[in-house]
Nanobody, 115 residues
Framework: QVQLVESGGGLVQPGGSLRLSCAAS????????WGWYRQAPGKQRKLVAH???????NYADSVKGRFTISRDNAKNTAYLQMNSLKPEDTAVYYC?????????WGQGTQVTVSS
């Protein structure tokens, strides 16, 4: 079994920053990729950022230049640094990993950007 636990969400004013963390635990041999997704009310879940084992990253156009994904392989943890937050970034943020052909999701953490 693999568990993912996200943390770091909360309420922040526009222009502010938050750092999300995702810690994986359980039977983990090697995590291939980490991804952060988000889902706003009434909308589909969408990819925010993705990082491979080799460290290659890609971002949704809406967050490029503002968000940074990183990973700490020794700690089986990934991070999403979010700067210059906007109200449209408000959503539940989910962590996702691939181990071999299996995909795992965290429970999500709420990010609310509002004045």
């Amino acid at each position: 079994q693999v568990q993912l636990v996200e943390s770091g969400g909360g309420l922040v004013q526009p222009g502010g920053s938050l750092r999300l963390s995702c810690a994986a635990s359980g039977t983990i041999l090697s995590i291939n990729t980490w991804g952060w997704y988000r889902q706003a009310p009434g909308k589909q879940r969408k990819l925010v950022a993705h990082i491979t084992t080799a460290g290659s990253t890609n971002y949704a156009d809406s967050v490029k230049g503002r968000f940074t994904i990183s990973r700490d392989n020794a700690k089986n943890t990934a991070y999403l640094q979010m700067n210059s937050l906007k109200p449209e970034d408000t959503a539940v943020y989910y962590c996702n990993i691939w181990i071999g052909s299996s995909s795992y999701w965290g429970q999500g953490t709420q990010v609310t950007v509002s004045s």
